[in-house]
């Protein structure tokens, strides 16, 4: 008698099985990766499949293309949460901030924005992603910190600079590589916090 031809993987009586969200995280952490070493435009589903071991069909079958797999992976990709850090002082927030960041993520975090820099400018979705990950105040909790400070009355809520605060911090990441030609650590972000983000907002 003749075997029973064999199941293709992830199909049980003709459904597809829904991949493990361990698994999921993998394919996202493999997609920022190859975004940051090669950047938007040279990322291929190819790549993706070929990194994880895992077949086109599977991924176009989960997204329609990079541009959907990239803007999943950068929502699934989680930044620090700084509204717990409550120090009793801006700068002491910020210091904390920038440990609970370490020099690993702000470097990784620098490199994922050279890589969508271009791309974001034609792809609506990335730079809505983008923003809730690393700019928005509210999901990262930078508005938290801002709002504690005033009530602390370390500085007016009036102040001119609070607004740009996000834009000071995320161009601080992109420009100091490229100015510097070295990464963005912890050092450089402390010295910068005292030098232009707490003197711009008088504190």
């Not at 993987?9 to 070493?37: C, F, I, M, N, Q």
């Not at 990709?77 to 702000?106: C, E, F």
């Not at 740009?164 to 100015?179: E, N, Q, R, S, T």
Request: aromatic letters at 4%; glycine letters at 6%; hydrophobic letters at 45%.
């Amino acid at each position: 008698m003749a075997s029973a031809a064999p199941v293709e993987p992830g199909r049980a009586s003709g459904v597809r099985r829904r991949l493990t969200p361990e698994r999921k995280a993998e394919l996202y952490e493999a997609a920022l990766d190859l975004l940051r070493e090669v950047g938007y435009d040279a990322l291929t589903m190819d790549a993706v499949a070929e990194r994880t071991h895992c077949s086109k069909a599977t991924l176009y079958r989960l997204w329609k293309g990079k541009a959907e797999l990239v803007t999943e992976a950068l929502r699934h990709d989680k930044a620090v949460n700084l509204a717990g850090i409550d120090t009793g002082s801006l700068r002491g927030d910020l210091d904390q901030m920038v440990t609970r960041m370490g020099n690993g993520l702000m470097e990784r975090n620098s490199a994922l924005m050279r890589g969508l820099i271009h791309a974001v400018h034609d792809e609506p979705d990335l730079l809505r992603a983008l923003r809730e990950l690393l700019v928005d105040p509210e999901p990262t909790g930078l508005d938290t910190l801002l709002r504690r400070a005033v009530a602390r009355g370390e500085f007016p809520a009036d102040t001119a600079a609070v607004k740009y605060i996000p834009h000071i911090l995320i161009g601080a990441l992109v420009a100091h590589p490229l100015i510097e030609d070295q990464p963005v650590d912890q050092a450089f972000l402390r010295r910068f916090i005292d030098a232009v983000v707490l003197p711009a907002l008088g504190v």
